[in-house]
């Protein structure tokens, strides 16, 4: 079963700023919102996390309506978000972070001990206010509590803003990784490049519509690509 999305037209209450868009993501693989700023392609992530308005077209996963669905509820469906910004709880411990992420769970422990086995590095700071950490391991923190929900598919925005060149290759092959082990992702990433290196498929957005898609190494290999997109050299 996967996530699809249909047609879609999504935004904030006024025109939609995502036109007739539509994708799926099935289990165990990856694929990337590429294109321009201001394209749309976090609306259109968001209109998928229930942030963003759906106002035309259908949006399932494993087959249920998701439009209907608070954001909250959409998370417990499966479909969960990690956002650009405000991701963590900067004044409580990362354990307290996590122990959030996961209310109202009656078997936290087992969650966090799963997530802790992916990601060992959060282990080493447990017990740390998540406001004091650095960058990249705010970010490692914030995945590891999008993980104690659970996800069937995980849509993530920017993981690698304003992290180190070296941190932003070891993020997304830690997503990728993810990926593999079954987990659904979708990605919005500056990062177009190593975005595309690393998945499966790709769609490009522009003026909120998908006008590419297809393979990721196909759409990373035209010749127009940089120029056309990003106001790179060919």
């Known amino acids: 079963m996967s996530l699809v999305l249909a ?3 999504a935004g904030y209450g006024g025109d939609p700023i995502v036109h007739g868009a539509s994708l799926t993501v099935a289990p165990g693989e990856t694929v990337a919102l ?27 996963l494993d087959g249920r ?3 209907p669905l608070s954001p909250a509820q959409r998370a417990e469906a499966g479909a969960v978000y990690l956002p650009q910004d405000r991701n963590i709880f ?12 996961a209310w109202g769970a009656k078997d936290i422990a087992r969650r966090r001990e799963r997530v802790v ?27 590891a509590m999008a993980l104690m929900a ?25 997503l990728i990784g993810l990926a593999r082990a079954g987990l659904g992702l979708l990605i919005v990433e500056q990062n177009a ?4 290196d690393r998945a499966d498929r790709a769609l490009v957005l522009v003026d909120g519509r998908v006008v590419r898609a297809g393979p990721a190494a196909e759409l990373a290999g035209m010749e127009d690509f940089g120029q056309l997109f990003f106001g790179e050299a060919a």
């Open 7 to 9: 047609n879609v037209e």
């Open 34 to 60: 590429v294109g321009p700023n201001g394209a749309g392609k976090s609306t259109l992530l968001k209109s998928v996390a229930g942030v963003a308005r759906v106002s035309g077209g259908t949006l399932t």
């Open 65 to 67: 309506d998701l439009v």
């Open 90 to 101: 900067r004044t409580l411990t990362v354990a307290e972070n996590l122990a959030a992420s």
């Open 117 to 143: 086995e992916l990601l060992p590095t959060v282990k080493e700071v447990m017990r740390q206010r998540a406001g004091g950490l650095s960058g990249g391991q705010r970010q490692m923190v914030a995945l």
């Open 150 to 174: 659970e996800p069937k598919v995980l849509l993530v925005d920017e993981p690698t803003a304003g992290l180190s060149p070296l941190l932003v290759g070891e993020m997304l092959d830690m």
């Open 193 to 196: 490049r190593a975005a595309l």
